[in-house]
T-cell receptor, first 111, second 113 residues
Framework: NAGVTQTPKFRVLKTGQSMTLLCAQD?????MYWYRQDPGMGLRLIHY???????AKGEVPDGYNVSRLKKQNFLLGLESAAPSQTSVYFC??????????FGPGTRLTVL | RKEVEQDPGPFNVPEGATVAFNCTYS??????FFWYRQDCRKEPKLLMS???SGNEDGRFTAQLNRASQYISLLIRDSKLSDSATYLC??????????????FGSGTQLTVLP
Protein backbone atom coordinates (compact mmCIF):
# COMPACT_ATOMS: atom_id res chain seq x y z
CA ASN A 1 0.00 0.00 0.00
CA ALA A 2 1.21 3.49 -0.84
CA GLY A 3 -0.71 5.01 2.09
CA VAL A 4 -1.33 8.72 1.52
CA THR A 5 0.24 10.36 -1.52
CA GLN A 6 0.26 14.01 -2.54
CA THR A 7 0.81 15.65 -5.90
CA PRO A 8 2.81 17.79 -6.59
CA LYS A 9 5.66 17.78 -4.06
CA PHE A 10 6.77 21.33 -4.89
CA ARG A 11 5.18 24.23 -6.70
CA VAL A 12 5.91 27.90 -7.29
CA LEU A 13 3.02 30.15 -8.27
CA LYS A 14 2.65 33.81 -9.08
CA THR A 15 0.09 35.88 -7.23
CA GLY A 16 -3.33 35.39 -8.78
CA GLN A 17 -2.63 32.03 -10.36
CA SER A 18 -4.72 29.00 -9.54
CA MET A 19 -3.79 25.42 -8.81
CA THR A 20 -5.11 22.15 -7.43
CA LEU A 21 -3.36 19.88 -4.97
CA LEU A 22 -4.26 16.22 -5.16
CA CYS A 23 -4.36 13.84 -2.21
CA ALA A 24 -4.94 10.13 -2.67
CA GLN A 25 -5.22 7.32 -0.12
CA ASP A 26 -5.49 3.59 -0.66
CA UNK A 27 -6.50 2.60 2.89
CA UNK A 28 -10.27 2.96 2.35
CA UNK A 29 -10.43 5.66 5.02
CA UNK A 30 -13.63 7.62 5.51
CA UNK A 31 -12.08 10.85 6.77
CA MET A 32 -9.68 13.07 4.91
CA TYR A 33 -8.12 16.40 5.87
CA TRP A 34 -6.07 19.25 4.47
CA TYR A 35 -3.69 21.15 6.77
CA ARG A 36 -1.18 23.89 6.33
CA GLN A 37 1.96 24.16 8.42
CA ASP A 38 3.75 27.44 8.97
CA PRO A 39 6.79 28.10 11.18
CA GLY A 40 5.86 28.48 14.85
CA MET A 41 2.16 27.88 14.24
CA GLY A 42 1.77 24.14 14.07
CA LEU A 43 -0.63 22.39 11.74
CA ARG A 44 -3.88 24.22 11.05
CA LEU A 45 -6.91 22.51 9.53
CA ILE A 46 -8.12 24.05 6.27
CA HIS A 47 -10.97 21.74 5.22
CA TYR A 48 -11.95 18.18 5.93
CA UNK A 49 -14.29 15.49 4.68
CA UNK A 50 -16.15 12.79 6.58
CA UNK A 51 -17.03 10.79 3.48
CA UNK A 52 -17.36 10.77 -0.27
CA UNK A 53 -19.29 13.80 -1.49
CA UNK A 54 -19.01 15.72 1.79
CA UNK A 55 -16.72 18.58 2.81
CA ALA A 56 -16.58 20.98 5.74
CA LYS A 57 -14.59 24.02 6.78
CA GLY A 58 -11.79 23.83 9.27
CA GLU A 59 -9.94 26.53 11.13
CA VAL A 60 -8.51 28.47 8.15
CA PRO A 61 -10.70 27.83 5.07
CA ASP A 62 -10.60 31.26 3.40
CA GLY A 63 -9.01 31.26 -0.06
CA TYR A 64 -9.33 27.49 -0.47
CA ASN A 65 -11.91 25.13 -1.89
CA VAL A 66 -12.07 21.34 -1.74
CA SER A 67 -13.85 18.45 -3.38
CA ARG A 68 -14.22 14.76 -2.54
CA LEU A 69 -15.85 13.19 -5.58
CA LYS A 70 -14.24 9.81 -4.92
CA LYS A 71 -13.61 8.26 -1.52
CA GLN A 72 -9.91 7.86 -2.18
CA ASN A 73 -9.23 11.41 -3.42
CA PHE A 74 -9.40 14.80 -1.75
CA LEU A 75 -8.57 17.87 -3.83
CA LEU A 76 -7.53 21.27 -2.50
CA GLY A 77 -7.92 24.24 -4.81
CA LEU A 78 -6.48 27.73 -4.69
CA GLU A 79 -8.48 29.94 -7.04
CA SER A 80 -6.31 33.05 -6.80
CA ALA A 81 -3.08 32.42 -4.95
CA ALA A 82 -1.70 35.01 -2.52
CA PRO A 83 1.74 35.23 -0.89
CA SER A 84 0.07 34.49 2.48
CA GLN A 85 -0.68 31.01 1.13
CA THR A 86 3.00 30.16 0.94
CA SER A 87 3.21 27.15 3.21
CA VAL A 88 3.65 23.41 3.47
CA TYR A 89 0.39 21.60 2.83
CA PHE A 90 -0.28 18.19 4.35
CA CYS A 91 -3.10 15.86 3.56
CA UNK A 92 -4.17 13.21 6.05
CA UNK A 93 -6.70 10.43 6.25
CA UNK A 94 -8.19 8.39 9.07
CA UNK A 95 -10.63 5.56 9.62
CA UNK A 96 -13.45 6.24 12.06
CA UNK A 97 -10.92 6.61 14.84
CA UNK A 98 -8.59 9.41 15.83
CA UNK A 99 -5.30 8.32 14.32
CA UNK A 100 -4.47 10.30 11.22
CA UNK A 101 -2.01 9.23 8.56
CA PHE A 102 -0.24 11.99 6.72
CA GLY A 103 1.04 12.36 3.19
CA PRO A 104 4.57 13.65 2.50
CA GLY A 105 3.47 17.25 1.98
CA THR A 106 3.46 19.83 -0.80
CA ARG A 107 5.74 22.85 -0.52
CA LEU A 108 4.03 25.83 -2.14
CA THR A 109 5.61 29.21 -2.72
CA VAL A 110 3.52 32.11 -3.99
CA LEU A 111 5.54 35.01 -5.36
CA ARG B 1 -4.17 31.57 24.65
CA LYS B 2 -3.35 28.72 22.28
CA GLU B 3 -5.60 25.69 22.54
CA VAL B 4 -2.63 23.34 22.75
CA GLU B 5 0.56 24.80 24.13
CA GLN B 6 4.06 23.36 24.12
CA ASP B 7 7.50 24.64 25.03
CA PRO B 8 9.11 25.06 21.59
CA GLY B 9 12.59 24.29 22.89
CA PRO B 10 15.00 23.52 21.45
CA PHE B 11 16.04 20.81 23.84
CA ASN B 12 19.64 19.74 23.25
CA VAL B 13 20.56 16.65 25.26
CA PRO B 14 23.45 14.17 25.20
CA GLU B 15 22.94 10.61 24.08
CA GLY B 16 21.64 8.46 26.91
CA ALA B 17 19.93 11.32 28.70
CA THR B 18 16.34 11.34 29.88
CA VAL B 19 14.23 14.19 28.58
CA ALA B 20 10.63 15.19 29.30
CA PHE B 21 8.21 17.38 27.37
CA ASN B 22 5.00 18.86 28.69
CA CYS B 23 1.94 20.11 26.90
CA THR B 24 -1.17 21.89 28.16
CA TYR B 25 -4.58 22.03 26.54
CA SER B 26 -7.39 24.51 27.06
CA UNK B 27 -10.56 22.46 26.56
CA UNK B 28 -11.47 20.35 29.56
CA UNK B 29 -13.90 18.35 27.41
CA UNK B 30 -11.07 17.07 25.20
CA UNK B 31 -11.50 13.42 24.41
CA UNK B 32 -8.23 11.92 23.28
CA PHE B 33 -4.57 12.73 23.22
CA PHE B 34 -1.53 11.83 21.19
CA TRP B 35 2.13 12.48 20.60
CA TYR B 36 3.25 12.72 16.99
CA ARG B 37 6.82 12.89 15.78
CA GLN B 38 7.90 15.02 12.84
CA ASP B 39 11.34 14.76 11.29
CA CYS B 40 12.80 17.74 9.47
CA ARG B 41 10.91 18.41 6.22
CA LYS B 42 8.81 15.26 6.65
CA GLU B 43 5.22 14.52 7.56
CA PRO B 44 4.03 13.97 11.15
CA LYS B 45 3.78 10.36 12.25
CA LEU B 46 1.96 8.95 15.24
CA LEU B 47 4.36 8.16 18.07
CA MET B 48 1.85 7.05 20.67
CA SER B 49 -1.60 7.63 22.06
CA UNK B 50 -1.92 8.90 25.62
CA UNK B 51 -4.25 7.09 28.00
CA UNK B 52 -5.58 8.23 31.35
CA SER B 53 -3.70 5.48 33.16
CA GLY B 54 -0.44 6.39 31.46
CA ASN B 55 1.24 4.17 28.93
CA GLU B 56 4.68 3.06 27.93
CA ASP B 57 6.21 1.98 24.65
CA GLY B 58 9.81 0.95 25.05
CA ARG B 59 11.81 4.02 26.03
CA PHE B 60 8.79 6.32 25.71
CA THR B 61 6.28 7.00 28.47
CA ALA B 62 3.22 9.19 28.10
CA GLN B 63 1.12 10.56 30.95
CA LEU B 64 -2.17 12.43 31.06
CA ASN B 65 -3.37 14.64 33.90
CA ARG B 66 -6.97 15.61 33.18
CA ALA B 67 -7.38 17.68 36.34
CA SER B 68 -4.48 19.95 35.37
CA GLN B 69 -5.06 19.55 31.62
CA TYR B 70 -1.57 18.56 30.71
CA ILE B 71 0.14 15.72 28.88
CA SER B 72 3.73 14.66 29.17
CA LEU B 73 6.18 12.59 27.17
CA LEU B 74 9.28 11.07 28.75
CA ILE B 75 12.10 9.68 26.63
CA ARG B 76 14.67 7.54 28.43
CA ASP B 77 18.13 6.63 27.15
CA SER B 78 17.94 9.12 24.26
CA LYS B 79 19.28 8.03 20.88
CA LEU B 80 20.58 10.19 18.05
CA SER B 81 17.62 8.96 16.03
CA ASP B 82 15.22 10.54 18.53
CA SER B 83 16.16 13.98 17.19
CA ALA B 84 12.92 15.39 15.78
CA THR B 85 10.06 17.72 16.62
CA TYR B 86 7.45 16.25 18.95
CA LEU B 87 3.88 17.40 18.45
CA CYS B 88 1.28 17.29 21.18
CA UNK B 89 -2.11 16.57 19.64
CA UNK B 90 -5.57 16.75 21.20
CA UNK B 91 -9.00 15.77 19.94
CA UNK B 92 -11.18 18.46 21.39
CA UNK B 93 -14.36 16.86 20.07
CA UNK B 94 -15.77 20.23 19.03
CA UNK B 95 -17.45 19.26 15.80
CA UNK B 96 -19.94 16.43 15.99
CA UNK B 97 -18.52 13.14 14.93
CA UNK B 98 -15.66 14.57 12.90
CA UNK B 99 -12.29 13.49 14.15
CA UNK B 100 -10.66 16.88 14.33
CA UNK B 101 -7.29 17.11 15.96
CA UNK B 102 -5.67 20.25 17.33
CA PHE B 103 -1.90 20.32 17.06
CA GLY B 104 0.60 22.06 19.25
CA SER B 105 3.45 23.93 17.58
CA GLY B 106 5.91 21.23 18.56
CA THR B 107 8.97 20.83 20.76
CA GLN B 108 12.28 20.43 18.98
CA LEU B 109 14.69 17.83 20.34
CA THR B 110 18.29 17.37 19.30
CA VAL B 111 20.23 14.46 20.78
CA LEU B 112 23.96 15.14 20.69
CA PRO B 113 26.70 12.49 20.37
Amino acid sequence: NAGVTQTPKFRVLKTGQSMTLLCAQDMNHEYMYWYRQDPGMGLRLIHYSVGEGTTAKGEVPDGYNVSRLKKQNFLLGLESAAPSQTSVYFCASSPKRDTQYFGPGTRLTVL
Amino acid sequence: RKEVEQDPGPFNVPEGATVAFNCTYSNSASQSFFWYRQDCRKEPKLLMSVYSSGNEDGRFTAQLNRASQYISLLIRDSKLSDSATYLCVVNMGTSGSARQLTFGSGTQLTVLP
